[in-house]
């Protein structure tokens, strides 16, 4: 059974920083590629960033380009999205997903696993 756990959420300054972390049991993590996406209150989920299996790929939607950072550690089956100058449209329950191919092919439904996410809140 697979697992994703986020953490690192939290109520942060806008402009600045946080590390979100995924730990991930139960599938070969090193085989697969994962993502980041976020629900904002209201609002439906949306993709944030997604890296291939070896980290040698990473994707990045366009408000997070510049921003974000994808990376992960396959020995430690951990995936990681370090975010700075934040900003309160970045204010929301970020989740991470595994996907079912070893690159992101661009299909959002090609992701089968889901953390329950973890929150982000970035006041003005």
């Known amino acids: 059974q697979v697992q994703l756990v986020e953490s690192g959420g939290g109520l942060v300054q806008a402009g600045g920083s946080l590390r979100l972390s995924c730990a991930a049991s139960?599938?070969?993590?090193?085989?697969?590629?994962m993502g980041w996406f976020r629900r904002a209150p209201g609002k439906e989920r949306k993709f944030v960033a997604a890296i291939n299996w070896n980290g040698g790929s990473t994707y990045y939607a366009d408000s997070a380009k510049g921003r974000f950072t994808i990376s992960r550690d396959n020995a430690k089956n951990m995936l990681f999205l370090q975010m700075k100058s934040l900003k309160p449209e970045d204010t929301a329950l970020y989740y991470c997903?595994?996907?079912?191919?070893?690159?992101?092919?661009?299909?959002?439904?090609?992701?089968?696993?889901w953390g329950q996410g973890t929150q982000v809140t970035v006041s003005s």
């Open positions: 997903a595994a996907h079912r191919e070893y690159d992101y092919n661009g299909v959002i439904s090609d992701f089968g696993s």
């Open positions: 139960g599938l070969t993590f090193s085989r697969y590629a």
